[in-house]
């Protein structure tokens, strides 16, 4: 298993090498929302708590950066750092409200939450310049490294989401990811336990919107330009239904489903007129065949293949 | 101030106008637990399927029929061909439902092309009333009169009908329901045919004032996922009452807060569920 | 850079006039042109979108696939109306697809979106989104635009406000997106510096489900209401308006977009009389349109709109640019420089551009009427060579911040 992953990750760092610059920028965008994916992987898969609303942490730290260099005038150096840090203050506040109730209703205040930042931005002209977005931003140019360059940015984003996605195992596989899943699945009993599963959550909400902060970084860097929409409760559901599709509570499943939405909105949709169709059936499609997701349920039937038949 | 009084009544009529569009999620989402995503869908096909049948002249009235039951039978086809396979797993049903309307989005994009239809408001019903001195859209004041009717119809059924009897008691428990003898199976069709049933008619009967859209199925469904989670769960009652309230908050705010005008559904909302995670008048906690 | 708007015209005029048909033998490369279409087709905003890709289609039909003697492959990208996709989708046609020229996007947002992308690959672009600063504070050199800028149009029925329809105090209502800001301020600036009152500001959010509360509360004393409404807003608008026994009794009148020719294939009675601005109008008399607009009513069964005709008339501006560079396409800096000296009649009337790649063109003021059971926008008046700055100096008109919800102030609320 290792070396398959040791495998992978060295074809992906040749990609740049023989493919063209497009490919490239579109694997950096699939890796962006890879992060993002795993990053609200953590709430829906290992807490067991449904988001529809985690785009504002892309869409804060992604505004909170810009805004930053643009209106402050301050070098990458400060307002990444920066970014990270008042978006996942943001999100200590957030999480405090929303885990203040679970199930459809954390959905709803998560959803809440991040339509009341969205409406912020559209409204806050003076900060966020609304409709028109903030554009004119750059890509940092770390140890003298132009960014600019496609497959550049690239590496750097590998890196990050390879570290990202290290700390997020590192996380879900430590004591306390157990205690988490233990929250999941048997909450009364682990209350009982005497274990303090709000706050069990609320840590997890805290570590979710710090990476999903991290993915927005990144995303601004990409564009280069941040409007509104990136908070909209469409790019919610995009990263909620890619951690499904993809098997929610495995570390690949969000990264699978990450690439999949992406290719089907931005590869596909090149060849098909009817794109949105298409992705309709193939959610469909997926639930009804693999109802766990993509991840388990290949490795379901590749355990039975290998079993050979019973 | 004319102002007070045709704001009170457009808040009556938006109320009325919600109900139609939440009560058949509320019915499903009480019932089977399932946040049905696909209700805007539902209630835009709702409103493209009236659009066609008034192509061929039928009234609204005929129209709002033709669409309810078209509708209800696509729901009835989406429950028996996939949710049902998938019944308890939660997150493929948010998959699945939300798959399904982008499905039925794209379809009547292809169908109905891209422009926003209008759907003509009854002849009888096209001038404006007076009384008292204000002026107010007849048509708006049938609304509130078909959402008050839908609900009375809606509470006898729960109250006084076997089947009113064997949804209320399989929200409370569907093991035990099923115990003395409740198909649940056919329960569930049935309802989910009557959820779906509800969404279209509220397309048709809302047409005459939304038209039909592309985006109208995005923007009826966050609208309705407000009204059930501030009513509360399982609440038939609950959601009436909050698509009212609803109706207020949305009509005096945007008028008299514009600069709050895209937060003004969702703060009270924070307050309320944050304070009272059950909804106004929910029982259930999910 | 102070150069007087008519010099600089009658410059870019005569250069235009001696380059025309010079060079129609040279193209001799047996590559196609590769022409990348950004639009919707997909989502909300995708009526507009279609119609884009209409114009285009019946342009390439029209004159066999070939522009400057040379094939032309149109390559269309679908935005879905979302900014970020839109760079992407740029990427794609610019890196994958290899375009030499890109025509589109849609909406404002999207073009902002894909400027900074625009600018590093120097890709010529003739796009209709109507974003103000694209043209004015932060030109981009790679871009023209042959349709509009937001407050091009609207200044211009400001004026007829004013000045033939004698309006003394208006309504300005508009969607809450940077372009019904934009024009609505426009409008305001001109009509109020005409001696008209601005006694009320309405901006319904874009997707707002009805409009009974915003129609509540407008003035009952105003002498008319401008609807800055883009897409199907207009149109709802004014029915919801009727249902309130307004008929009559408010006038109308609307910007670019409020009453387009896609939305008036759906409206009834209710639209007629109502004067509107725009740069275009299927029922315009010109040599070219003519002929333009029955054919695409022809093909499609409708007349064409903002959209279909301002992707027609961007294959018009590029044929000619092509034709006075021999058709060499891949020379970035020559086909700009064409584009940018462009006169050439279209299917809107004559289009040249001013420094900052925004047209200067006639803006007509129409008004609905029943024509072969049609409704039709037609023209009652011409503005000839309107410029983005209206009447100002361009400098003068840079030296203030972009209009907005907040600027200019309004002084006569009430």
């Not at chain 1, 993002?36 to 950066?65: C, D, E, K, M, R």
């Not at chain 1, 209106?71 to 203050?89: E, F, Q």
């Not at chain 2, 009333?129 to 002026?135: C, I, P």
């Not at chain 3, 400027?115 to 590093?120: G, H, Q």
Request: proline letters at 4%; a positive charge.
């Amino acid at each position: 298993m290792r070396r398959n992953y040791i495998l992978l990750l060295a074809l992906l760092i040749c990609l740049p090498w023989f493919s063209g610059e497009y490919y490239v920028n579109l694997a950096s965008q699939i890796l962006i929302a890879a992060i993002f994916a795993a990053s609200l992987n953590l709430l829906v898969g290992y807490a067991g708590l449904t988001s529809l609303g985690h785009a504002s942490y892309l869409g804060l730290s992604a505004y909170i950066s810009a805004w930053l260099s643009l209106r402050m005038g301050l070098g990458h150096a400060v307002t990444a750092p920066a970014a990270l840090l008042l978006t996942t203050l943001i999100g200590c506040g957030f999480g405090w409200i929303a885990l203040r109730a679970s199930g459809l209703g954390f959905l709803m205040l998560t959803l809440a939450l991040s339509q009341i930042v969205w409406g912020l931005c559209y409204r806050w002209v003076g900060v966020t310049n609304g409709d028109n977005g903030l554009s004119g931003l750059t890509r940092p140019s770390p140890f003298g490294i132009d960014l600019g360059n496609s497959s550049a940015f690239y590496w750097f984003v590998l890196i990050i989401t390879v570290a990202a996605l290290y700390s997020i195992a590192r996380f879900v596989n430590s004591p306390f990811g157990a205690t988490l899943r233990g929250t999941r699945d048997q909450w009364r009993r682990m209350s009982s336990l005497g274990y303090n599963v709000w706050g069990i959550r609320w840590v997890t909400f805290v570590f979710s919107s710090f990476l999903g902060a991290l993915a927005g970084l990144l995303y601004v860097y990409f564009n280069k330009y941040i409007h509104p929409s990136v908070m909209s409760v469409t790019v919610s559901a995009e990263a909620l239904l890619a951690v499904i599709a993809g098997g929610s509570g495995t570390l690949a499943g969000p990264v699978v489903g990450a690439a999949l939405v992406m290719l089907l909105k931005n590869y596909a949709s090149a060849y098909v007129e009817r794109w949105n169709m298409l992705m309709g059936i193939v959610f469909v499609f997926i639930v009804i065949v693999m109802p766990a997701g993509i991840v388990p349920g290949t490795l379901a039937l590749l355990r039975r293949l290998r079993g050979g038949p019973r | 101030m004319q102002f007070w009084q045709i704001q009170a009544l457009n808040s009556f009529a938006l109320g009325g106008l919600l109900f139609l569009l939440s009560s058949g999620f509320a019915l499903i989402f009480g019932l089977m637990r399932i946040a049905n995503l696909t209700h805007g869908a539902l209630f835009m096909l709702g409103a493209y399927v009236a659009v066609t049948a008034m192509r061929f002249e039928a009234g609204l009235a005929v129209a709002a029929l033709c669409a309810a039951l078209v509708v209800g039978v696509v729901g009835g086809l989406i429950e028996r061909l996939i949710l049902r396979r998938i019944s308890g797993n939660a997150q493929g049903q948010v998959l699945a439902t939300l798959g399904i309307s982008f499905i039925t989005a794209d379809f009547c994009l292809i169908v109905w092309g891209g422009d926003t239809i209008p759907i003509q408001t009854p002849a009888m019903f096209q001038a404006p009333l007076h009384f008292m001195g204000l002026t107010f859209p007849t048509y708006r004041l049938v609304v509130i009169g078909i959402a008050v009717v839908v609900a009375i119809i809606l509470y006898l059924l729960m109250e006084r009908t076997r089947l009113g009897a064997m949804i209320r008691a399989g929200v409370d428990d569907m093991q035990m329901a099923r115990a003395v003898g409740i198909r649940a199976s056919a329960l569930f069709t049935t309802v989910f045919c009557l959820g779906a049933f509800l969404a279209g008619l509220g397309g048709a009967v809302g047409g005459p004032i939304f038209s039909a859209y592309p985006g109208l199925d995005s923007d009826m469904l966050s609208l309705a996922l407000i009204v059930v989670i501030l009513g509360g769960i399982g609440s038939l009652i609950g959601t009436f009452v909050a698509s009212f309230i609803i109706g207020f908050i949305y009509t005096f705010g945007t008028a008299l807060l514009p600069d709050l005008a895209y937060v003004i559904l969702f703060l009270p909302m924070v307050i309320v569920i944050a304070f009272r995670p059950t909804g106004l008048f929910g029982t259930i906690r999910t | 850079m102070a150069i007087d708007r008519r010099q600089f015209l009658q410059g870019a005029a005569a250069a235009g006039v001696g380059v025309a048909y010079s060079g129609l033998s040279l193209a001799q490369t047996n590559e196609p042109i590769r022409l990348g279409l950004l639009t919707v087709k997909t989502g909300p905003l995708a009526s507009g979108g279609i119609d884009m890709e209409r114009g285009l289609e019946l342009y390439m039909k029209e004159h066999g696939g070939m522009m400057a003697g040379r094939k032309v492959e149109v390559i269309v990208a679908d935005t879905g109306g979302v900014p970020a996709t839109a760079l992407t989708k740029t990427q794609e046609l610019v890196e994958r697809s290899k375009v030499h020229v890109l025509t589109g996007p849609l909406a404002a947002f999207e073009a902002l979106a894909i400027d900074d992308y625009i600018r590093a690959q120097k890709m010529p672009i003739l796009s209709v989104a109507a974003a103000e600063d694209m043209t004015q504070r932060k030109p981009n050199p790679w871009f023209v635009r042959a349709t509009s800028s937001s407050s091009q149009c609207s200044h211009v029925m400001a004026h007829y406000c004013a000045t033939v329809l004698k309006y003394k105090r208006m309504i300005l209502i508009a969607d809450d997106i940077a372009y019904g800001q934009e024009m609505n301020a426009g409008f305001q600036r001109v009509f109020e510096e005409n001696g008209g009152k601005v006694i009320q500001k309405l901006f319904p959010p874009l997707t707002t489900p009805e409009y009974g509360s915003f129609i509540a509360q407008l003035k009952k004393d105003a002498d008319a209401i401008f609807l800055g409404f883009a897409g199907s807003n207009g149109f709802r608008f004014i029915r919801q308006l009727n249902e309130f026994g307004s008929a009559g009794k408010m006038k109308i009148v609307g910007g670019m977009t409020a009453l387009d020719e896609s939305v008036l294939r759906n409206m009834g009675d209710e639209a007629l009389g109502i004067p509107t601005v725009c740069w275009y109008s299927a029922d315009l008399n010109n040599p070219i349109n003519v002929k333009f607009a029955p054919s695409f009513r022809k093909a499609y069964g409708y007349d064409p709109g903002y959209y279909g005709a301002g992707t027609y008339v961007n294959a018009e501006i590029l044929n000619a640019a092509l034709v006075s560079i021999g058709g060499k396409a891949e020379n970035k800096d020559a086909l700009m420089a064409a584009l940018k000296k462009t006169n050439v009649q279209t299917a809107r009337g004559p289009v040249t551009f001013d420094t900052y790649g925004n047209v200067v063109g006639n803006i007509y003021i129409r008004k609905v009427e029943r024509k072969d059971g049609r409704l039709v926008n037609s023209v009652v008046h011409t503005y000839p060579d309107v410029s983005q700055f209206w009447k100002y100096d361009p400098k003068a008109f840079l030296a203030n911040p972009v209009y907005s919800r907040d600027w200019p102030p309004a002084k006569n609320l009430e």
